[in-house]
């Protein structure tokens, strides 16, 4: 089944201490992303990949730290979480960046709760 | 800034009724617009999306009306379904560029 998988679902944790969200996706997808979710803001984007080794910054990136070493992964690294950065966050992929030639669906995970206290 | 306004943040229909959600761009260089759909506890998931050299796609139910002067763009539910309650997102997007930008979305609850 093709499908974006996100760990861990819900995550409760304190300032300070580093965590990773994992993100894989068995599409063999090139374009990767990460966005976080709140309240009246919608979906932002944080940072995206266009292929291994290849990311860039999105609209939020403050605080957040990725990287893709395999086409399949793309964790998203909170360094020193602060309480600003509790929200929803949703990993998503497409075969290519998601405005290119077609329609190029993005298929998003179930995303992850983060609660930081 | 925000470049794609939605609205309205939340709309109760009634079953077999007409749900319509509306979506203002600023950016001309947008050529792609999507509508995604997400239920609870799950990620959005893409519904029905639109280039500008078409004023309107249909699909089923759901159908996108495009006003390339007015920067404008919609979503019409006809015949709207109890199973229809879920948050909608517009966005928009160039092939140049990277990344969608998503409206901040539309709570759609459908009554019986």
């Known amino acids: 089944e093709a499908q974006v998988t996100q760990n861990p679902r819900y995550l409760i944790t304190v300032t300070g201490k580093k965590l990773t969200v994992t993100c894989s996706q068995n599409m063999n997808h090139e374009y990767m992303s990460w966005y976080r979710q709140d309240p009246g803001l919608g979906l932002r984007q944080i940072y995206y990949s266009m292929n291994v080794e290849v990311t860039d910054k999105g609209d939020v990136p403050e605080g957040y730290k990725v990287s893709r070493k395999e086409k399949r992964n793309f964790p998203l690294i909170l360094e020193s979480p602060s309480p600003n950065q509790t929200s929803l966050y949703f990993c998503?992929?497409?075969?290519?960046?998601?405005?290119?030639?077609?329609?190029?669906?993005?298929?998003f995970g179930d995303g992850t709760r983060l609660s930081i206290l | 800034q925000q470049q794609v306004k939605q609205s309205p943040q939340s709309l109760i229909v009634q079953k077999g009724g007409i749900s319509i959600i509306n979506c203002a761009y600023e950016?001309?260089?947008?050529?792609?617009f999507p509508w995604y759909q997400q239920f609870p506890g799950k990620g959005p998931a893409l519904l029905i999306a639109?280039?500008?050299?078409?004023s309107e796609k249909k699909e089923g139910r759901f159908t996108i009306s495009f006003n390339k002067s007015a920067k404008q763009f919609s979503l019409h539910i006809m015949d709207s379904q109890p199973g229809d309650s879920a948050t909608y997102f517009c966005?928009?997007?160039?092939?140049?560029?990277?990344?969608?930008?998503f409206g901040t979305g539309t709570r759609l609850q459908v009554t019986l």
């Open positions: 639109i280039r500008p050299d078409v």
């Open positions: 950016n001309t260089a947008f050529d792609y």
């Open positions: 966005a928009a997007g160039t092939g140049t560029a990277s990344k969608l930008t």
């Open positions: 998503a992929s497409s075969l290519r960046f998601p405005a290119g030639g077609g329609n190029q669906p993005q298929h």
